[in-house]
């Protein structure tokens, strides 16, 4: 069956289409333009649904809340480093949409080779996984307690974006060779990251929300 983009993702690659900060308004006439289909009025294709492309912009599941866009001012957004990733994946499906394959850079590579060195998994294959602090989990994510909001987003979907691509990688293409000389990484390895990934977001919620409250997008570290 080929693989479709969903409504989120056609709104990411209109999102890739601006080179600065764009408003909502900007984002859902160029949604519209790239995929009528998707975006135009029901029974006047010919105009923007606007409101269609705004439900996909907030929310925890929204473009924002997933980390693929940040919010630099009340009205206005720009990709992150997690979208941008997100995108280069989305870029190499056929014309058709059939089909998609993933591969890894060389940034995504380092990202994937520091989570798997990290002390978290150091530690849940030591069989401690109740001496995982939050400290612990910061370093898994590159964030510390006092990062922004907007930062937190971003680091989280790259994380969520490096582990999707390896997957995908792996299924295509077979095990994955990060270094020279390396261990080849398969999907034990990939699974044990999404699954230490989603305990560390359960397990300190608390904290989690408390940087996702904070509103000084001047934090960065």
């Not at 029901?42 to 409101?51: K, L, R, V």
């Not at 929204?62 to 992150?80: A, D, F």
Request: a positive charge; aromatic letters at 6%.
């Amino acid at each position: 069956m080929p693989r479709q983009l969903s409504l989120d993702e056609e709104v990411l690659l209109a999102a890739a289409d601006f080179e600065a900060a764009f408003t909502a308004e900007d984002l859902a006439i160029t949604a519209w333009r790239k995929f009528r289909d998707s975006f135009g009025m029901e029974g006047h294709p010919e105009y923007p649904d606007s409101n269609r492309v705004y439900t996909k912009l907030m929310g925890k599941k929204g473009l924002v809340g997933r980390g693929w866009l940040v919010k630099v001012s009340e009205k206005r957004y720009q990709l992150s480093e997690a979208g941008k990733i997100k995108v280069k994946v989305l870029s190499t499906l056929g014309a058709s949409g059939t089909g998609l394959r993933a591969v890894l850079n060389r940034d995504q590579k380092r990202i994937l080779e520091k989570l798997l060195s990290s002390r978290v998994i150091a530690k849940l294959k030591g069989n401690e996984p109740e001496t995982v602090g939050f400290h612990d989990a910061c370093s898994f994510w590159d964030i510390s307690p006092r990062s922004s909001a907007s930062v937190l987003h971003a680091r989280l979907g790259t994380v969520e974006a490096v582990i999707d691509t390896a997957e995908k990688s792996i299924r295509e293409q077979g095990n994955l060779a990060l270094s020279q000389g390396g261990t080849p990484v398969g999907t034990d390895e990939i699974e044990t990251l999404r699954k230490a990934h989603r305990t560390l977001l359960e397990r300190f919620k608390g904290d989690l929300d408390v940087i996702r409250q904070r509103q000084d997008e001047r934090v960065y570290h």
